[in-house]
């Protein structure tokens, strides 16, 4: 059975449960990061020696990095269901899953660290603000594009939604002023009648 290691609360974890849940998956999943550490023990870095979580062991295969993870899982067990099969409508999605990468992790990193994982009274909130502006100003290019699109690859939802959709719950989750953005709301709210979303993805922040 595949064994996911990694804490539920991690966005990069849930992008993994997540695509499992989509594709019915079976999978065991054990705590690892975050308050419950061991990502630096020797047995985890010999795995993954970048500390981080997920890792991912899917019989003698050991995989890390939560995008990489979830193609894997798409190709091996998703029989075409959730991949894109035309290059040209697979290039467009999966700019947006390197574009949560590069773009909107680390935009929305301060806010949410900021005011979900940091005590009031030692909270920056000049470096909070700032977070929040680029998160909006994502979320803004996010939304221009979602006018010509209904889901992130094209008219079906497939894995390149996933990054995206985990940090856009996110987004309408904090407890922040939020720019009135109509087609990222059109579709995160298609998201949210996904039943593995509904499980793994809207959840209460921690």
Not at 63 to 85: H, Q, V
Not at 169 to 198: C, H, V
Request: net charge negative; proline share 6%; glycine share 8%.
């Amino acid at each position: 059975m595949l064994k996911i290691l990694g804490r539920k609360n991690s966005s990069n974890v849930q992008k993994v449960l997540w695509c499992c849940g989509e594709l019915g998956i079976p999978f065991e999943r054990e705590d690892y990061g975050g308050p419950f550490g061991k990502t630096r023990d020797e047995a985890y870095l010999a795995m993954n020696p970048n500390s981080r979580v997920p890792t991912v062991i899917d019989g003698d295969l050991v995989l890390w990095e939560s995008n990489s993870i979830i193609r894997y899982l798409a190709n091996n067990y998703g029989d075409g269901t959730l991949y894109p099969a035309d290059p040209a409508e697979r290039g467009r999605g999966e700019r947006w899953m390197d574009w949560q990468l590069s773009v909107l992790g680390p935009a929305t990193h301060g806010v949410f660290w900021g005011l979900v994982r940091t005590a009031p009274e030692d909270r920056d909130m000049e470096a909070i603000q700032k977070s929040r502006q680029d998160s909006a100003d994502a979320m803004a290019i996010l939304d221009r594009y979602l006018a010509e699109t209904e889901f992130v690859a094209g008219s079906n939802f497939s894995i390149c939604d996933i990054p995206v959709g985990v940090f856009t719950f996110r987004w309408f989750n904090m407890d922040i002023e939020r720019e009135e953005y109509p087609n990222l709301r059109r579709w995160y709210n298609q998201l949210g009648e996904r039943a593995p979303y509904q499980e793994h993805i809207m959840n209460p922040l921690t």
